[in-house]
Every structure is written in structure tokens, then in C-alpha cells.
T-cell receptor, first 114, second 114 residues
Framework: GAVVSQHPSWVICKSGTSVKIECRSL??????MFWYRQFPKQSLMLMAT?????????EQGVEKDKFLINHASLTLSTLTVTSAHPEDSSFYIC??????????FGSGTRLTVV | AQSVTQLDSQVPVFEEAPVELRCNYS??????LFWYVQYPNQGLQLLLK??????LVKGINGFEAEFNKSQTSFHLRKPSVHISDTAEYFC????????????FGAGTRLAVHP
């Protein structure tokens, strides 16, 4: 139980375009979703926390207008990277609290901006 | 503020040897502690977690960790490693007052050699 499905796994886009990443909770309701970014050989850095039906809370230094987060339902949270540039290339991972203080993670999205 | 320090960025070990991956944390409040494993281009899988109770926590794949409050440590151990244990391991901490964000350490690359 407590599975988060993240799509796409890989995406390549041209500089200046936007990319949407989806995370769906398959067998539970995710009222909260955490979005992380991971650079190669580095740790996970929290970008923002989304809560269903309300605005996301962004960590210091994360551009709200560039990384748009929507959590419109209890089973879907999306991250849109707007006007992507090569420096946005990274591995993005979502995570939702599960039962008994566990956290379940999506499989990640490798974004490459060319 | 909470923080996590993983003392070793890389740990090389031979197959069937024991291994210990070190993790220290700092926090002004009580915490929940986690160890996750990440295989290349994948999300994170929970190995084990400490919430309360017994300080020795047993997890999946033969891993265990011991919570030491006086030393603020939560080291991960396995008595005999396999090639398949080669991966990135992350220690994380969260504030137990609700489903708060996870703070991750920098990660330790475990490389098991035949």
C-alpha cells in the first residue's frame, strides 16, 4: 500500500518550454506532497510542500513563478517547470506522508533541458 | 533547526563483509529518524525508521540501526553485505509534531566489491 506514481520518468525539453511532472497517490489520499530536487551525486533538497486545496509553501530560494505546484485533488499533485533552462536539469522526486509516519516516494523524473 | 550529517560520502566494502554507515543529527526537539536506499535513477525506498521505543531498529534486507540519544547518532549496519546492496543510502530526520518535511543527509555511496 501507499504507492505514489510519478510521471514521466524521463523528459527532454527545449530551453524555454514548460514541463509538467505528475504525482498520483494510487491507494491512499495524499493531503500533503513534498517536492524534492536532486543534483547528480547529491542529496535531496526540499523545494516545496503542497497541500490539497491551498497554495504551496516554497523553501527559501525556490522561485515560485518558475516551479508551479498544483494540488487540486487528494490524489494528484503536479510540478510545472516553466520556461525551463539547462540549469533546471535535475532529478525531481515527490513524496507523500503515508501511514505510521512513513513517507512514500515517487520513482523520480529525470529532466534534461537542451 | 534540524540537520543531518553523514560522515562518509563513500564506503567501499567486499562482499560478505560487515558494514556500518554513520549518521549524526542535531535537533533541539525529539525527532523521528529514517534510513532510505536509492538505486540509480529511482526514488527512495525505506529501510527502517525510529519513532520511539527500542533503540535497536530492524529493517528490510538485513539492515538494522541503533538510535543513540546521548551521541545523537543513528548508524546503519549490516553484518554481511551483498553485491546488490550497492546503492546510495540517505539518513533523514523529521520533526514528530505532524507530517513534517524530511531533512536528508548528503548520502553515503555503498560500493560492494566481489
Amino acid at each position: 500500500g501507499a504507492v505514489v506514481s510519478q510521471h514521466p520518468s524521463w523528459v527532454i525539453c527545449k530551453s524555454g518550454t514548460s514541463v509538467k511532472i505528475e504525482c498520483r497517490s494510487l491507494d491512499f489520499q495524499a493531503t500533503t506532497m513534498f517536492w524534492y530536487r536532486q543534483f547528480p551525486k547529491q542529496s535531496l533538497m526540499l523545494m516545496a510542500t503542497s497541500n490539497e486545496g491551498s497554495k504551496a509553501t516554497y523553501e527559501q530560494g525556490v522561485e515560485k513563478d518558475k516551479f508551479l505546484i498544483n494540488h487540486a485533488s487528494l490524489t494528484l499533485s503536479t510540478l510545472t517547470v516553466t520556461s525551463a533552462h539547462p540549469e533546471d536539469s535535475s532529478f525531481y522526486i515527490c513524496s507523500a506522508p503515508a501511514t505510521n509516519y512513513g513517507y512514500t516516494f515517487g520513482s523520480g523524473t529525470r529532466l534534461t533541458v537542451v | 533547526a534540524q540537520s543531518v550529517t553523514q560522515l562518509d560520502s563513500q564506503v567501499p566494502v567486499f562482499e560478505e563483509a560487515p558494514v556500518e554507515l554513520r549518521c549524526n543529527y542535531s535537533s533541539s526537539v525529539s525527532v523521528y529518524l529514517f534510513w532510505y536506499v536509492q538505486y540509480p535513477n529511482q526514488g527512495l525506498q525505506l529501510l527502517l525508521k525510529y519513532l520511539s521505543g527500542s533503540t535497536l531498529v530492524k529493517g528490510i534486507n538485513g539492515f538494522e540501526a541503533e538510535f543513540n540519544k546521548s551521541q545523537t547518532s543513528f548508524h546503519l549496519r549490516k553484518p554481511s553485505v551483498h553485491i546488490s546492496d550497492t546503492a546510495e543510502y540517505f539518513c533523514a530526520v523529521s520533526d514528530p509534531s505532524g507530517y513534517n518535511k524530511l531533512i536528508f543527509g548528503a548520502g553515503t555511496r555503498l560500493a560492494v566489491h566481489p
